[in-house]
């Protein structure tokens, strides 16, 4: 008896936070359709305004400490709070964007201001490619310490993607090299050949930093080293 007792009253308690919840989960959910047609449509700005509302009467909702809907609602955030992000990424990102200072202080901020958690949402190679095409920007520019600096903020995001690490140390070492920098760039030369030991081109440049270092008759130790060990290598060796 006890027993039926109890499920009804679970019954009874589940129908009052439905009544209590429901209107404000089926308003969320409308503005999640809105924000997901109008991302659809690449119409970031007016789909970042819906994604707000959806998350704000999800977390309205919340705050009603719900017991059977506690966990759905929790997904249902987490899922919303995730497209809200990619689409500020794209909004960021879209167009001409980034081809304006502001633009490009937008999104550097708008990434650097991310939490962890929020960060994760993001597909980290997309935030590595748009740091490369910013750097690119900046060296077709003439503004080759801006143009280092995000090609080494591509490195920095550690996107598990070897061959963005390569070009961002192959152009980071082209810019070092041609402002005579022979020591930092011989480091970076030497981290794109060790994506391709055979790389000729490569190789011919690490030979030059070496000659203007007057090094050259290390040349052997150094091909073998990784970047790491020819850091040390120029210390003992200069």
């Known amino acids: 008896m006890d027993n039926i007792d109890e499920k009804i009253r679970n019954i009874e308690e589940w129908n009052a936070e439905r009544g209590e919840i429901k209107p404000i989960i089926d308003i969320a959910v409308e503005y999640h359709n809105k924000a997901r047609a109008e991302a659809h449509w690449k119409n970031y700005t007016q789909s970042s305004d819906f994604y707000k509302a959806a998350i704000e009467n999800y977390k309205k909702a919340l705050n009603l400490s719900p017991r059977y809907y506690l966990q759905d609602l929790l997904d249902r955030v987490d899922h919303v709070i995730e497209e809200h992000i990619n689409n500020v990424f794209n909004l960021k990102t879209e167009g001409e964007t980034l081809k304006t200072e502001k633009g490009i202080q937008d999104f550097v901020e708008f990434i ?127």
């Open 112 to 238: 650097e201001q991310l939490k962890h958690e929020e960060k994760s949402y993001l597909d980290l190679y997309d935030i590595a490619r748009i740091f490369l095409k910013i750097g690119d920007l900046y060296r077709d520019e003439g503004d080759f310490d801006k143009a280092y600096g995000f090609y080494n903020r591509a490195i920095s995001v550690n996107c598990g993607r070897p061959f963005v690490n390569r070009d961002a140390y192959f152009k980071s070492a082209r810019i070092l090299f041609d402002q005579k920098r022979y020591k930092e760039a011989l480091v970076d030369f030497l981290a794109v050949l060790s994506f391709d030991r055979e790389n000729n081109e490569i190789i011919a440049y690490i030979v030059d930093c070496l000659k203007f270092l007057k090094i050259l008759k290390y040349k052997d130790r150094f091909l073998a080293a990784t970047p790491k060990e020819a850091t040390k290598l120029i210390m003992e060796v200069l």
